[in-house]
């Protein structure tokens, strides 16, 4: 991009005409002004003369020339984007090609011969125009430049807030997880499982990020169940499953009244909905089919899967074909039936996800 120009720099005026007497004349009349007079005596050196002055900033034309005569000029001049805004002024001793001329984009007209302090006052006239509307669009630009350099740093920020909104609430599902000795990447792999169930359900982007930072939070009520519950080794008796059951309402009880974070509202609903059954028989509210929302019922397919698939303290992991025949008898009993055919479908993709995010004292 050429240097930019003050408002005060010397004017470049381009004076074209094969009368070289008529071109001297007009270098003279324009003496007094601060300008500096570049010559050419045809549209062929006009446009060379452009090509080594980018920063002229008015051409008096006249019409008729050899080689390139002046409407050839004017077409070439108005037909390019670097050359097109520069103002010209026709200055020639007939009249009858005004219409012709001004219609091909000349600026102005000027008959010979011609009063010198007219001429100086339309060259000054269209310059000061020209250097409004370069001033304005070099303005512009700058705008344009600071607009994109603001936009990409909202946008940096916006990320960095996205990035933070996630790594907080697979913290603060850690938070729960860690109570209950559950392993450190079980979070991560719903978090990343039941995103890509929900991508493959159709989803659309926004609702997989959204699922992705609220599936995090599906037991977040854990942290409000006593540790003899939610720590004994055994199987619970009936009063102590009742106890541990009401995690799914403490967790959405946690994540109540936050309309204005979708994570925060979202993971409310998966916390309070992702024990309810297919069948209508689960926990807490004994919800049935579609009356379910989807987001829970996706991560009830994934948390089943890696609760399954995951060795705990009280249990060895099963194998992936048991865990497949078990998954199956829940078909529209536990689980959405085509949310689980779509899981299985993809059940390669579901098992590298748990690879990628198995602990390190993991094997699968």
């Known amino acids: 991009m050429p240097e930019r120009r003050s408002m005060s720099d010397e004017v470049k005026i381009l004076t074209v005409d094969d009368d070289n007497m008529n071109v001297e004349m007009i270098a003279l009349m324009l003496s007094e002004m601060d300008c500096h007079v570049i010559k050419a005596l ?3 050196e006009a446009l060379a003369a452009l090509e080594a002055n980018p920063d002229i900033d008015i051409i008096l034309l006249d019409l008729e020339m050899p080689v390139m005569d002046g409407y050839e000029t004017i077409k070439k001049l108005k037909q390019s984007f670097t050359w097109k805004d520069i103002p010209v002024i026709v200055v020639t001793s007939g009249t009858n090609e005004v219409t012709r001329s001004l219609g091909l984009g000349a600026n102005d007209f000027l008959a010979k011969p011609y009063n010198p302090e007219e001429l100086r006052l339309r060259v000054m006239n269209h310059v000061r125009s020209k250097k409004l509307a370069d001033f304005a669009k ?8 600071e607009v994109i350099k603001k936009t990409a740093e909202l946008k940096n920020a916006l990320n960095l807030s996205i990035e933070a909104e996630y790594e907080i609430s697979i913290r603060l599902g850690r938070a729960a997880e860690f109570r209950d000795k559950e392993t450190g990447m079980h979070i991560r792999r719903i ?6 169930l929900g991508a493959l359900a159709g989803f659309g982007e926004d609702k ?12 977040i009520g854990k942290i409000g169940i006593p540790d003899q519950i939610l720590l004994k080794p055994g199987k619970l008796d009936a009063d102590e499953f009742e106890m541990m059951k009401r995690h799914t309402s403490i967790g959405g009880d946690i994540l109540a009244d936050a309309s204005r974070y979708s994570s925060l509202s979202t993971g409310a609903i998966i916390a309070l909905q992702h024990h309810e059954k297919w069948d209508g028989t689960g926990y807490p509210q004994g919800l049935k089919g579609n009356n379910i929302h989807e987001f829970a019922r996706v991560v009830s397919i994934v948390d089943v899967f890696d609760a399954l698939t995951s060795e705990r303290p009280y249990k060895k992991p099963f194998s992936l074909d048991e865990t497949v025949s078990i998954m199956e008898e829940g078909r529209a009993v536990f689980f959405d039936p085509d949310l689980l055919a779509l899981f299985l479908q993809n059940l390669d993709s579901f098992v590298i996800l748990k690879e990628t995010y198995k602990d390190a004292t993991e094997v699968f």
């Open 138 to 145: 070099d303005m512009n630009q700058v705008l344009e430049r």
């Open 42 to 44: 045809n549209g062929y």
């Open 208 to 219: 997989c990020e959204v699922l992705h930072k609220a599936s995090a939070l599906h037991d």
């Open 191 to 196: 978090s990343e499982m039941s995103k890509h």
